[in-house]
């Protein structure tokens, strides 16, 4: 009898203590402080309800927003991801955040620096305002932010200094003002730095310089002052280069058009550039120039840029003859003194698109219209 009840109960505690292992190995959870900065974090993003009841957040597969409606079908964006490896597999935290275009309406959260792990975080296209919360200084780890198209304002805080192995910084499409701050020069691990379409004035630091891993760099629609800087003929591994209407002045340093790796050179609206550049890249794909007042022949090395597909140098005052037999995919020519006798069989079989429009152009009789090619007032000659 007594042997009998005392091997029950042995096989009731080995029981009830199997399952109380099972059950704790098999589901490691967000740490508690976490759960609670991230309930502090919605409110303040505007999220009206974070239903956090549907499960642990790091092992939903997309964060249920209440009253929040995301604008894009089908999207993997909203999402944290977490690292679920400390305590022996049993905690985890958070280490990226993705709320992209989901209409947030509040503000960037200080309740963020509370995420000690955190390394990612992409809030672009929402309707978030105000300026980059102090609090976020105290996040150094952090290697990626992201916060486009937004309607933030204020300064760039120098804080972001500290922030060694931050690689991407984008900014773009906001109200942010003031000037770069020099410390950015010690955000050396950056290789995306995007800050256009803003209000940022001043001239671009020369501590920039050592910003030598940058692989974008892109600061168009602003009002920075200054030429562009000479340094950036030291970012070897730039690839992509945008200086739509910066503010900023030409020329462009040899050392910059000497780049080897640049596949996009985009610049327009500027001053000061007045000869074409001798581009080195033979990776170059797009390369615009336009309304930089330049003057002077389209060098013929151009033709020969192997994966060129798009060309502008639109409203220059180029002069001379085409003496092409290719032309990259889209070509604009538009706004020019370009002159010399267009003849079909060269541009004109061609696939691209082109448009010689506003030059100075003479045109055989026997020439006919193509639905590929903008002719209109391309010629002085015969200007039908
Ligand atoms: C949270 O989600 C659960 C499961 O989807 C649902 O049953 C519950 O009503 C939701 N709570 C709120 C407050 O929306
Ligand atoms: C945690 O999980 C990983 C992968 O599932 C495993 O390789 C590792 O041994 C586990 N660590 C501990 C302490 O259980
Ligand atoms: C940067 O990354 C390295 C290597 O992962 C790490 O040791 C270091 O602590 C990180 N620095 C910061 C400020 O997070
Ligand atoms: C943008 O933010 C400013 C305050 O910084 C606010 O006055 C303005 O109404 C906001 N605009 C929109 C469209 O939300
Ligand atoms: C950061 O940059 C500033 C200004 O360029 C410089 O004076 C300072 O020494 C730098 N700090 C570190 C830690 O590199
Ligand atoms: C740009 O900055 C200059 C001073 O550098 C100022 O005179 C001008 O008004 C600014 N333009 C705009 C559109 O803010
Ligand atoms: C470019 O780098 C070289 C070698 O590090 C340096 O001597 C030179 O001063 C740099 N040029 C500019 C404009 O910063
Ligand atoms: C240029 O690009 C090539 C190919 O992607 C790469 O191997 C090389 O390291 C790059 N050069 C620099 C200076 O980054
Ligand atoms: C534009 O180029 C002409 C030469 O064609 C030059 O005389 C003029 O100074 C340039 N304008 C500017 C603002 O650089
Ligand atoms: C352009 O640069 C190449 C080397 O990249 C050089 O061989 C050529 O002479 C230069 N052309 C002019 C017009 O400076």
Same mark, same amino acid.
């Given at each position: ?51 956090? &009841? ?15 409606? &995301? ?267 370009? &002159? ?45």
């Amino acid at each position: 009898m007594w042997v009998v009840f005392w091997a029950l109960l042995l096989f009731f505690i080995i029981i009830t203590s199997f399952f109380a292992t099972l059950t704790t190995s098999a589901s490691p959870a967000l740490h508690a402080d976490e759960l609670h900065a991230l309930g502090e974090i919605a409110t303040t993003l505007g999220i009206k309800r974070l239903n956090l &009841s549907d499960g642990d957040p790091c092992f939903l597969e997309t964060l249920k927003l209440g009253g929040v409606v &995301s604008n894009v079908v089908n999207m993997p964006f909203n999402n944290i991801v977490c690292d679920c490896s400390f305590n022996n597999n049993m905690t985890c935290h958070i280490t990226e955040i993705f709320l992209k275009s989901t209409s947030l309406p509040g503000k960037l959260p200080p309740e963020l620096a509370k995420l000690r792990y955190l390394q990612k975080i992409d809030l672009c296209r929402n309707y978030l305002s105000g300026s980059i919360p102090m609090e976020w200084a105290s996040m150094p780890h952090l290697t990626f932010i992201s916060l486009c198209a937004n309607n933030l304002s204020g300064p760039l805080p120098p804080g972001l200094q500290n922030f060694k192995n931050l690689t991407f910084l984008g900014v773009e499409a906001n109200q942010f003002s003031g000037h770069i701050p020099d410390e950015f020069g010690n955000l050396t691990s950056l290789t995306g730095l995007e800050l256009a379409s803003n209000q940022f004035t001043g001239s671009l630091p020369s501590s920039l310089a050592r910003l030598v891993n940058l692989e974008i760099f892109r600061i168009s629609d602003n009002n920075f002052s200054g030429i562009i800087p000479e340094y950036i003929g030291n970012w070897s591994r730039l690839q992509r280069l945008d200086l739509q209407a910066s503010g900023l002045k030409g020329p462009i340093p040899d050392a910059v058009a000497r780049l080897e790796n640049l596949t996009n050179l985009i610049i327009s609206d500027m001053t000061g550039i007045n000869s074409f550049p001798n581009i080195s890249s033979q990776v170059i794909q797009n390369l615009i120039l336009r309304n930089v007042n330049m003057s002077g022949p389209i060098p013929s090395y151009i033709w020969s840029k192997p994966v060129l597909r798009s060309l502008d140098l639109s409203f220059n005052k180029l002069t001379g003859v085409l003496g092409i037999n290719l032309v990259p995919k889209l070509t604009y020519l538009t706004g020019n003194m370009l &002159s010399g006798e267009i003849k079909s069989g060269v541009y004109l079989n061609s696939k691209s698109n082109i448009d010689l429009s506003y030059n100075n152009f003479s045109w055989p009789s026997s020439c006919q219209e193509r639905s590929n090619i903008n002719t209109y007032r391309s010629s002085y000659l015969n200007n039908t």
